[in-house]
């Protein structure tokens, strides 16, 4: 009944394929750039430390005249420095003793250990010199990255822009969340809620449009008006049913690459690009559309936006077996208890529930009949 | 020469010993308590479905009808219902029939497979019934548990208040960053920023405070000021110089549990209460306040935050040999590459640019001399 039916992986591949990583950048002050990823190399225009630095608390000395001390042959020297670390030692010294190695009085330095030169010295440049390239393109600043590039004195960066993500919820019967009291028959609209949540977390800048009725021309305007985007997620109508716009819609617009994935939970999902953008339309169950998000919408911003961002993952042994359908990808919700993850097996797609009991998911391959207790599983945590 | 040096382990016990969960609450809007942690159970006043729903595209039937057919033995029904997914399935119908199993000739339905009652239909309550506890106190909202709530219409949740962290950098030379160019033996007050960020990203409403210098009735008035804060950090002057005030001030006006911890980088770290609150004094050198951040207050906020937020960790094969000093826990910075982590053995706590190049970092225990080469090890990545 699908007429492009694809397997998990090959649908995955197509949809990478046709997203295209942004190529417009943004200047942002350094301290505001965190999680955003650099769109050149940074490359420092001094060294750091800028001068030698004492390394510890102690006096600044000259190596040489250290020779052979030690604690039972201590060398008495007249010509020091109380130096607190961080503080410059200047260039007619060249160690810093440590307190536990001296003895002062008053203008007189007991030292009790022999320096070699720079000993408790950091030199200029040792961390960073003038020249260098402190972070490449396509790093994803940290604090720790924001920090260094503080110390250096750069107060800006530049970075891609974020991916821009369009939500488009489309069904009858659906109202926007708190819109008012539910009538027989009626449902909020979550979905764009937690696609919303979900590309923001996944570093896009995400808009969700108001909800698209069942209607084969709105549906198709939605489209058009929101070309623009990097990435547009068509939420609902993705089935079979002659009321399931979005796949057609997306045929005529532009290219159909996929309708039907051999993916469970997420088999009615279909892939396409209009405008050499892509689109994604996933089933309007929420746990389908969760699962979705996961298996195709996170890669695919990844690439848009230069990403290589871990999902959490745990190791744990399974406590149950779990069935799975062969030939299809499964997505098989587990919560962990004591080290073990316990398969969440209430079937159904539409089972909201069974999610919030859920700590993450374990990937069952397509040529697994499912998982037998006991197994060491990877447990990809939702975050 | 430390008084109260202590394993790194007992140390983290006796700062987590003295966090109190909080207790304050706030009420929140649904939609805008991503990452929040609930402060009471949350109970649904609604069912879910709240009517008898078709799971599937198809024609509602009553079940009993349609016993014995199969596709060379079709049965003929007159009174059905075209169902669209998600719609009620009226009181005089039990049962869908998918699009795959019937054929409509005008007012007659064929139909090829028989129904059980209720197949394709997603029951009253099915997900979840009214009465039910859907959420628990102490679970972090993630969007799905946002997206189920909002579906049964709650729409305000009850959530614990943030951890207050106040950050008082210290010490002398220190500028503002980017307040005016450095003059010889300056430098820019880094520390704050990454600490202020990493409280933030950990759950934690962050403020810093000025940088305050040397001066031990300063450090002692920054303490006073802010005694309200749930945990007070404060950065520079831990260690055993004359000028290293914060362990003496800490001593002064409340206790002084450590001072001094076999923990490599982060040797020079003092840890106390005052007013029955938490104060760790961290050390000024980056890396050593960047990996006292990940030992100390990441768990010190978990605590205060009700919160078990896991940190991202990858399985790698370390690619040199690591050495370690024995006696003390270390934590040692490495790169992922091609999934071997290779140590960056660059040693000094001062050395940032060592963290730009780390992708996390693995910790070695007190009573190893290091690890050797090819073994597996559990990378803690940076967040």
Known sequence: MFKRFSGAAAALDMLIDCCRPLRGTEILQTVMAEGRVLSQDVVSAVSLPAFDRAAMDGFAVQSAETQGARPNAPVFLERFLPMRTGMPVPADYDAVVMLEDVDRHGSVLEVTAQMHPYKNVSRVGEDISAGDTVLSEGHTLRPPDLALLSALGIAEVQVYEMPKVVIIPTGGKLLEIGS????????????????????????????????????????????????????????????????????????????????????????????????????????????????????????????????????????????????????????????????????????????????????GFVIVSEEKEGLEAGEMVDVLLFE
């Open 180 to 359: 008012r009291a539910l009538f027989a028959g009626e449902a909020y609209e979550i979905n764009g809620l937690m696609a919303r949540l979900y590309a923001e977390k996944w570093g896009a800048s995400a808009t969700k449009t108001g909800i698209v009725p069942d209607d084969e021309n709105l549906v198709r305007e939605a489209l058009k008006v929101n070309e623009g985007a990097d990435l547009i997620i068509i939420i609902g109508g993705t089935s079979i049913g002659e009321k399931d716009y979005a796949p057609k819609v997306l045929s005529v617009m532009g290219e159909l690459f996929v309708h039907g994935v051999r993916l469970q939970p997420g088999k009615p999902t279909a892939i396409g690009a209009v405008a050499d953008r892509p689109v994604v339309c996933l089933p309007g169950y929420p746990v389908a559309m969760l699962m979705d998000l996961y298996f195709f919408v996170r890669p695919a911003l990844q690439k848009i936006g230069h990403r290589n961002d871990l999902q959490p993952t745990v190791k744990a042994k399974l406590a149950r077996k779990i069935p799975s359908r062969p030939g299809y990808l499964s997505l098989v919700r587990v919560a962990l208890k004591d080290g073990e993850a316990e398969p969440i097996m209430i079937s159904g797609a539409g089972i909201l529930s069974s999610v919030a009991r859920a700590d």
